[in-house]
């Protein structure tokens, strides 16, 4: 378990990161390395040199930016986790947080990171998909915008060209009375899911679900989300029976995933349940909540 | 080469083990700024600046034990003592932070070390006792009398 050699750079600002690995076609960007190392330990990466933006000051940072709460790629998940804006104003990302790997692996692991790398099972791609983030990105002198939604394209693999560096990503936060649930199975607290689903709810004053998102992660390459289950219950007054039905109606739909530690069948029924308690949760938190 | 081989084959440090060597098993479990991380999920080149603390450096000083390397001993939380080091680092962090966790605190803290040994439970046992002693060490000697040794 020793990664191939490799060299490696810690430019100074995200120009000379880009420069950097513009220059070398098997650069990889480093920051945390809490997917990266694994990998390359296993030599299922192995880059000629890293690019290590973790000390680029710059990139860390939480800040409110007009209806939106802004993350720099390389914020530690513990400084997230912790960040009282986070915990005010972006509920489903701060219940998420406890899930990502391990306090040791929070404590290096960025979100940017964790984005950037793809993992299937990663709690922080579903979120950035079930809230419809925006990442931000730098290519050469060039920066550009993607949506979660664009964003991730397979296992492992992203729309970031190689030469890019992810800068920031944007979570839209919600007004009115917000609800949000996240539940997830795994063979150890915080280990890889093997099913995982979010959810977020915003209520009417008269109890109206005005706007849903419920996402499945793990199951498929990709997270998803039951977008049939959501147009099927905007604008309703949600019970017990209407939600249970559109998430059943919705999950058939997504072809779920099959390897060594669960079934496709297994994953579908896991996830179907997952989804209706995370949105069971969600819509019981925003009949209860202050408004956000 | 990572942080990891670098404690152990450059500088001796030998008290943080090689388990898994990706990240899954916990046995390397260092305190970088005082913070639990995984030595083996990190690069030496990466480290440059830091303050890392191993086991080696918990011991008040030389044939001594800290508080929660005696409460380990004690209260048998260690077998083979392969993921001690780590476990005792992992429970450090915790109470520097929070001097008197939950059950579940502790839990959570050691959740990203595995111990195939002991079961857990007296690693959480020491863990409590540990903090208890801490916490007590801070109490004048009359208000503490007649608690627990």
């Known amino acids: ?292 | 080469m990572t942080l990891l081989d670098c404690l152990r084959d450059n500088l001796g440090l030998t008290g943080a083990h090689a388990g898994c060597e990706h990240g899954v098993c916990g046995a390397c479990t260092i305190l970088i700024d005082g913070v639990a991380v995984r030595a083996c999920l990190m690069f030496a080149v990466q480290a440059d600046g830091v303050a890392i603390t191993t086991i080696e450096g918990l011991s008040p000083g030389p044939g001594e034990l800290s508080v929660l390397q005696d409460a380990f001993c004690e209260t048998h939380g260690l077998q083979c003592g392969y993921c001690t080091p780590a476990m005792i680092l992992a429970a450090h962090a915790l109470l520097a932070a929070n001097p008197a966790p939950t059950r579940d605190d502790i839990v959570e803290a050691i959740s990203g070390n595995i111990c195939r040994c002991t079961g857990y439970a007296q690693i959480v046992e020491a863990i409590a006792l540990a903090a208890e002693r801490m916490r007590g060490a801070n109490v004048p000697p009359e208000t503490a009398r007649g608690g627990s040794p």
């Open chain 1, 1 to 292: 378990m020793k990664p191939a050699p490799f060299e490696y750079s810690r430019p100074a600002d995200v120009a000379e990161a880009c420069a950097t690995l513009a220059a070398d076609d098997g650069a990889r960007v480093i920051a945390g390395g809490q997917t990266l190392v694994p990998l390359m330990a296993m030599r299922v990466a192995r880059p000629t040199r890293l690019v290590d933006i973790g000390r680029i000051a710059d990139l860390a940072f939480v800040r409110q930016d007009d209806s939106a709460v802004a993350i720099g790629a390389v914020t530690r998940q513990c400084v997230i986790e912790r960040h009282p804006l986070v915990a005010a104003r972006l509920r489903l990302l701060a219940k998420v947080l406890p899930w990502v790997g391990h306090a040791a692996t929070r404590a290096r692991g960025t979100i940017g990171g964790s984005l950037a790398n793809a993992d299937p099972a990663a709690e922080l791609s579903l979120v950035a998909v079930t809230l419809d983030a925006t990442l931000s990105f730098r290519d050469a002198a060039q920066a550009a915008e993607i949506a979660a939604a664009d964003f991730f394209t397979g296992a492992m693999t992203t729309a970031l060209p190689a030469t890019a560096c992810l800068t920031a990503v944007r979570f839209p936060v919600w007004g009115g009375r917000i609800g949000t649930g996240f539940h997830e199975v795994n063979a150890r607290r915080s280990d890889f899911a093997f099913a995982a689903a979010a959810a977020q709810l915003a209520l009417d004053p008269d109890g109206t679900c005005r706007r849903l998102a419920i996402g499945v992660g793990a199951v498929t390459e990709i997270p998803v989300r039951l977008r049939r289950a959501e147009q099927a219950l905007i604008g309703t007054h949600p019970s017990a029976a209407s939600m249970r039905a559109a998430v059943h109606d919705s999950i058939g739909e997504v072809e779920t995933a099959s390897d060594l530690h669960a079934s496709a069948a297994y994953r579908t029924r896991a996830a179907g349940a997952l989804a209706l308690r995370a949105l069971i949760d969600a819509h019981e938190e925003a009949i209860t909540c202050a408004p956000n």
